[in-house]
């Protein structure tokens, strides 16, 4: 039984960084992508970013690219969420997830696609 705990969330002016972690125990995630989804106020989930197992492959969404950046650690199993510039509609609570590694990436934009899911943590953007 694997259990993903996100942490790093908060209130920050526009403009600002946040660093969110997830640390993975039960289990090891190491043979699993990770990735990070977002969900604001009468919105559905939306993808943000994923990771491939090696730590050698990422995708992000149009929306954060270039200002977010995804990392892990599998010796730590943690996964990584680096958010600088920081906008008022990157307010929402940040979900990392944990899918199973697949021939292709496709797999990691869609929520249904991650078995195991944190709990969240906020994060507010000032503008």
């Known amino acids: 039984q694997g259990h993903l705990v996100e942490s790093g969330g908060g209130l920050v002016q526009a403009g600002g960084s946040l660093r969110l972690s997830c640390a993975a125990s039960g289990r090891t995630f190491s043979a699993y992508a990770l990735g990070w989804f977002r969900q604001a106020p009468g919105k559905e989930r939306e993808f943000v970013a994923a990771?491939?197992?090696?730590?050698?492959?990422?995708y992000y969404s149009d929306s954060v690219k270039g200002r977010f950046t995804i990392s892990r650690d599998n010796v730590k199993n943690t996964v990584y969420l680096q958010m600088n510039s920081l906008k008022a509609e990157d307010t929402a609570v940040y979900y990392c997830g944990a899918a199973p590694t697949r021939p292709s990436a496709r797999h990691l934009y869609t929520s249904t696609s991650y078995d195991y899911w944190g709990q969240g943590t906020q994060v507010t953007v000032s503008s």
């Open positions: 990771i491939n197992w090696t730590g050698g492959s990422t």
